[in-house]
């Protein structure tokens, strides 16, 4: 098992351009969410997901969207990435009642 | 909504002595998951131990144990023997439920241990 795997590791947009994180998972995990880090603001929650076609809203929803399509496979979408957006993401997986598996995490820094 | 609170920053203790991490949270929720995390410099979210609500004993993983008081919210993380491999930020993390059976995590903004050989 590869786990949680993200990708790109390091990314650099610019203002008003868009592009997606990749996150998959190859543990046929049900539960999947998506989470940005802050310096001093720990982990926040931004979409997350149970099974094909189940999405919701975390709590910092704005600027980004999801869609779960199959069950490895959970993107995150910038639709017009702005310099707020900078910061570090971070996708987990879950199956039954145990804890989160994250990935090693994308860092996105927008000019 | 639900909060997660963590009152230490930063918190400094020698190699093998026991340091406590508090934390707090807010819920309308009678059972509920909740977890400490590990966030060493290399970034990784490493799983510490877990909680869940409705169970009255209070979890333990080797060198790593919890204080669970379900009335008074609190959920503090004790580490005994600490070794320089503890330094890390630890994470307070609590399971939120949304649409459809979906979830995911609550955090606190983290606590720094530091480890003093």
């Known amino acids: 098992n590869a786990g949680v795997t993200q990708t790109p590791k390091f990314q650099v947009l610019k203002t008003g351009q868009s592009m997606t994180l990749q996150c998959a998972q190859d543990?046929?995990?049900?539960?999947m969410s998506w989470y940005r880090q802050d310096p001093g603001m720990g982990l926040r929650l931004i979409h997350y997901?149970?099974?094909?076609?189940?999405?919701d809203q975390g709590e910092v929803p704005n600027g980004y969207n999801v869609s779960r399509s199959t069950t490895e496979d959970f993107p995150l979408r910038l639709l017009s990435a702005a310099p707020s957006q900078t910061s570090v993401y971070f996708c987990?997986?879950?199956?039954?009642?145990?804890?989160?598996?994250f990935g090693s995490g994308t860092r996105l820094t927008v000019v | 909504a639900q909060t997660v609170t963590q009152s230490q920053p930063e918190m400094s203790v020698q190699e093998a002595e026991t340091v406590t991490l508090s934390c707090t949270y807010d819920?309308?929720?009678?059972?509920?998951?909740l977890f400490w995390y590990k966030q060493p410099p290399s970034r990784q979210m490493i799983l510490v131990i877990r909680?869940?609500?409705?169970?009255?004993q209070n979890a333990t993983e080797n060198r790593f144990s919890v204080n669970f008081q379900k009335a008074a919210k609190s959920f503090s993380l004790k580490i005994s023997d600490s070794q320089l491999g503890d330094a890390a930020m630890y994470f307070c993390?609590?399971?939120?439920?949304?649409?459809?059976?979906?979830?995911?995590?609550?955090f606190g903004k983290g606590t720094h241990l530091i480890i003093q050989p």
């Open positions: 987990a997986s879950r199956k039954d009642s145990h804890g989160y598996t």
């Open positions: 997901s149970v099974g094909a076609g189940i999405t």
């Open positions: 819920t309308s929720e009678s059972d509920y998951y």
């Open positions: 909680q869940e609500a409705y169970k009255q």
């Open positions: 543990m046929n995990h049900e539960y």
């Open positions: 993390a609590y399971r939120r439920y949304g649409r459809g059976g979906a979830d995911g995590l609550t």
